[in-house]
């Protein structure tokens, strides 16, 4: 049986966690609000960017850009977006576990965030690159992340390049999500948040309905050749955005859930100490009830 003063010990230590997971909850609290209002704020624009980009492509019948063209599939690049920190519940897992579904014979990787990073180490599959980004995503970020996939792409070393993030669906969820990000056909990314927004899709078929064949000034090369490149730009810059207020929420639910665990153990814990010196108090009392009575 534990003495009171082990158990004193003990109070003294989960308090001392339970304040830095309060703290921490606090710190990502404050965190996940700007990250969430960023994450919601660009995908407006991702929306309108995917269906300009698709209407423009398909009013343009003549034009063909390498990296729209299709191959067989013999060589896939995964960039896994990913935490740079822990301490936010299984947020890593449940992504790592989608990660390793690819087969890693055929696959190589791009890492952005150091644990997706350890993750492929450890696991020893091909890491190809390693990239950092921060609490703020940047567009320079993101867009270097995927001029190296393009770069993959282009020079045929892959057939196929992927993006598996975790998306933003709120506070309480997040959800691995495996996009296609090149070559440039078909959906794509992002498809969950256009597919919400089916008034404004209908909005914009209307307001393009009967305009024929695009024109483009100085010509359709010059001006999709800049279009592409940047719509991959800032569907990765989205990914990154989705990721990171995906990251401060869980950790936000992970700290508040370990601040909860260790209050209630503290509550147990302070049970237990008064019922040990509440038995100790009643033992004392009748040591002395017997002495006296043995003396008297």
Do not use: W
């Not at 969430?36 to 343009?60: C, F, I, M, N, P």
């Amino acid at each position: 049986m534990p003495s009171t003063r082990d158990i004193r010990r003990r109070i003294r230590s989960v308090t001392s966690t339970a304040q830095i997971t309060k703290a921490m909850q606090m710190v990502a609290s404050s965190k996940m609000r700007k990250a969430q209002q960023s994450a919601l704020a660009g995908r407006a624009y991702a929306r309108l960017l995917h269906r300009l980009q698709r209407e423009v492509l398909s009013h343009t019948t003549d034009y063909t850009d390498p990296l729209m063209e299709v191959r067989p599939v013999a060589r896939r690049a995964v960039i896994v977006v990913g935490t740079d920190k822990g301490l936010c519940g299984a947020l890593n897992s449940n992504l790592f576990r989608e990660a390793a579904r690819f087969d890693g014979r055929t696959t190589v990787f791009l890492a952005a965030g150091r644990k997706a990073a350890q993750f492929l180490a450890r696991t020893r599959r091909e890491l190809v690159a390693e990239f950092t980004y921060r609490d703020t995503p940047q567009f320079a970020e993101a867009r270097v992340i995927a001029q190296a996939a393009r770069d993959l792409f282009l020079s045929g070393e892959v057939d196929e390049v992927v993006v598996l993030f975790t998306a933003f669906v709120n506070t309480l969820t997040q959800r691995p999500t495996t996009a296609l990000f090149l070559p440039l056909s078909g959906e794509r990314l992002l498809q969950a948040q256009a597919q919400a927004d089916q008034t404004a899709e209908a909005q914009f078929q209307d307001s393009l309905a009967g305009l024929g064949e695009f024109q483009f000034e100085p010509d359709a090369p010059h001006v999709l050749g800049a279009l592409l490149p940047h719509c991959l730009n800032y569907y990765l810059h989205q990914v990154l955005l989705e990721a990171k207020a995906s990251e401060q929420s869980a950790r936000m639910v992970a700290m508040k859930n370990a601040t909860d665990n260790a209050q209630q153990l503290i509550k147990h814990l302070t049970l237990e100490y008064n019922k040990i010196r509440q038995s100790g108090i009643t033992t004392e009392l009748l040591e002395i009830s017997s002495a006296a009575m043995a003396l008297g």
